[in-house]
């Protein structure tokens, strides 16, 4: 994981630790997305990187649509989603994370 240092500088003034979802969405196409300041499910296992900074929570987490959706549909991001179950999941786990601040606010990606 790489964290610039104006990320480093924004997650260690924060109060509260920083939760990050790199969501894999399956649908007619896939799309892939971090999603910011969402609690995690109970039962989702942080990734090792996590661990980087303690007010860090990183997870994965494949999703699908129980239809198909493109990515220019205006009610993609009100769709029923549904955990996707990958029979190999470390081979669609993310290799790599990258988490910058800018604008007051987290961005970056991840990939393989």
């Excluded at 979802?21 to 896939?30: D, N, P, R, T, Y």
């Excluded at 997305?33 to 499910?41: A, E, F, M, V």
């Amino acid at each position: 994981m790489e964290m610039s240092p104006a990320a480093r500088r924004a997650l260690e003034a924060r109060a509260a630790p920083l939760y990050v979802e790199m969501e894999l969405f399956f649908s007619c196409l896939i799309r892939k997305r971090l999603r910011w300041d969402q609690p995690p499910p109970a039962d989702i296992a942080p990734m090792p990187s996590s661990s980087d900074h303690p007010q860090l929570v990183v997870w994965f987490h494949p999703v699908m649509a129980q239809h198909c959706a493109l990515p220019n549909d205006a009610a993609l991001e009100d769709l029923p989603l549904m955990d996707f179950p990958l029979s190999r999941r470390d081979t669609f786990r993310p290799h790599w994370l990258r988490i910058d601040y800018r604008g007051g606010a987290f961005g970056g990606d991840f990939g393989w």
